[in-house]
């Protein structure tokens, strides 16, 4: 995948992570509000990962 593909699928993660948090927070279900909080973070990672390979080329 290339940059580009990577910071839009953190994106993504990232909304719908913020989303799944303040569904569980609203609905007190702490299971799907960590859940938001871990799909977060994933999508933190992954736009990580896509600044990576825009600094270092695609190729890594």
């Given at each position: 995948?290339?940059?580009?593909?990577?910071?839009?699928?953190?994106?993504?993660?990232e909304m719908v992570g913020k989303a799944?948090?303040?569904?569980?927070?609203?609905?007190?279900?702490?299971?799907?509000?960590a859940e938001g909080q871990a799909q977060?973070?994933?999508?933190?990672?992954?736009?990580?990962?896509?600044?990576?390979?825009?600094?270092?080329?695609?190729?890594?």
């Amino acid at each position: 995948m290339g940059e580009l593909t990577d910071k839009i699928k953190g994106n993504v993660n990232e909304m719908v992570g913020k989303a799944k948090e303040a569904l569980g927070d609203h609905n007190r279900d702490a299971d799907m509000k960590a859940e938001g909080q871990a799909q977060q973070v994933e999508g933190k990672g992954q736009q990580l990962k896509g600044s990576v390979k825009g600094a270092l080329g695609d190729n890594i």
